[in-house]
């Protein structure tokens, strides 16, 4: 396997690093390059992220995807997959992962401000019917289509700087739950009173 670093990095970028006094910073790291259980347990609750390509000239393309949370699977060591479902039929990415397999995931899950960046290839897998049945929830209503099964090189946990909480409903449902049950309790306190 390629060192990680240099998967990470390219002469261009140390160059940069070198230039600009960060280049220590990163040389001597135990870069990970297998999926761990605290990447597992990330991956349970993302339901979104982002899919980097370009193609065979080196014209990039980033794709949004999203999904109930942990649709983005772990199926080995070293291997993710995901449905790839029904969408604005642009077909990009597949036609970029026909001449260039190389890709990025960029996860960022805004209530915990983490961000986890996933270097590695992708392919795009049809007519598999075990592996969707691995992907797919069937509760969640989109149309699979393909898998896109993704091997990972290496991945890196980057910092919080600038990432702004935000939160899903499932996330704040909760808290407004328990704000709704209390203003209840007051409203039929504050009628008791009146009553009385």
């Not at 280049?23 to 991956?43: S, V, Y």
């Not at 060591?77 to 969408?87: P, V």
């Not at 996860?107 to 795009?124: D, E, P, S, Y």
Request: glycine share 6%; hydrophobic share 40%; charged share 30%.
């Amino acid at each position: 396997m390629t060192n990680p670093e240099d998967v990470m990095f390219s002469p261009a970028v140390k160059a940069e690093q070198m230039r600009l006094g960060s280049r220590a910073l990163f040389e001597d790291r135990d870069w990970k390059t297998e999926i761990t259980d605290d990447l597992r347990q990330f991956l349970a609750i993302i339901d979104t992220f982002f899919l980097a390509t370009a193609s065979a000239d080196g014209q990039p393309y980033i794709q949004h995807r999203g999904g109930p949370p942990g649709f983005l699977k772990t199926i080995g060591t070293h291997s993710l997959a995901f449905a790839d479902f029904a969408g604005n039929r642009q077909y990009i990415t597949l036609g970029h992962l026909k001449e260039n397999d190389r890709a990025h995931i960029f996860l960022l899950h805004f209530a915990t401000r983490q961000r986890v960046k996933l270097w590695g290839r992708a392919r795009v897998v049809e007519g598999d019917l075990e592996l969707m049945e691995r992907l797919v929830d069937p509760k969640y209503k989109a149309k699979p289509q393909r898998a896109i099964v993704f091997t990972l090189d290496v991945w890196d946990v980057n910092c919080q700087q600038h990432i702004i909480p935000r939160y899903s409903e499932a996330e704040i449902a909760p808290a407004v739950d328990q704000m709704a049950q209390r203003i209840k309790e007051l409203e039929e306190e504050v009628a008791r009173l009146k009553g009385s």
